[in-house]
């Protein structure tokens, strides 16, 4: 395990910038982040809602797919580190200018989301969970939606690995984002808004990363 882990950090090492710089600003990312949460009190930041939210309603199973964004992120990024150079540095990129383009919008507008309960009975796990959820998130620096912007790195380093080429992983994956997409809304954790606003991020950040080809290497000769 250690030998594997040691090959790991060596390839990390002699990665692209991108990688590197990731691993950097990944720190200063969740530093930004709590920091736009936190930094406005609820009632100075604006509602965030639309009639398409209060049509979904709340699914305390949604809190699933919801919370399956943090074992799927941390896997696609696992996954690329050891079989896909290239991949892995296009989908740190991606993130990084999610980041760098997203959280500026958090702190110059606060949002939050006047749908959330502040606590719900807990009946079972999927209410528990979520009840948790609510209680050490703050409803605030939610547009746009990291979830959503994220989701869609799952998605487009999927169907951009060999292995994944093959239409029922590509279904998989596509369900997974849009079941990730879905829930923030069903678990009122953001405003269908949120999602809304989220692409032209998504669409900025894909062309920057993966939506720049590889130059071919000249022939020799």
Known sequence: MRERFGKAWTKVRDYSPSVRDFLIYLPVHFLLYELANKIYPLEKCFPVSCGLDEILGLHPWAVFPYCSWFVCVAFMLLWKLFTD????????????????TALPVLFLFPCTMPLRPDSLEVTGLATWLLDHIYQVDRSSAIMPSFHVMWAFMLLFAAWNDRTFRRPLWRLF???????????TALTKQHSVLDAVFAVPFILFAYLLS?????EK?????
């Open 85 to 100: 150079r290239e991949g892995l540095s296009r989908a740190c990129k991606y993130c990084m200018v999610t980041s760098a």
């Open 173 to 183: 994956w596509a369900v997974q984002t849009f079941l990730i997409c879905l829930s």
């Open 217 to 221: 290497e000249p022939s020799a000769g």
């Open 210 to 214: 993966f939506g720049v080809r590889k």
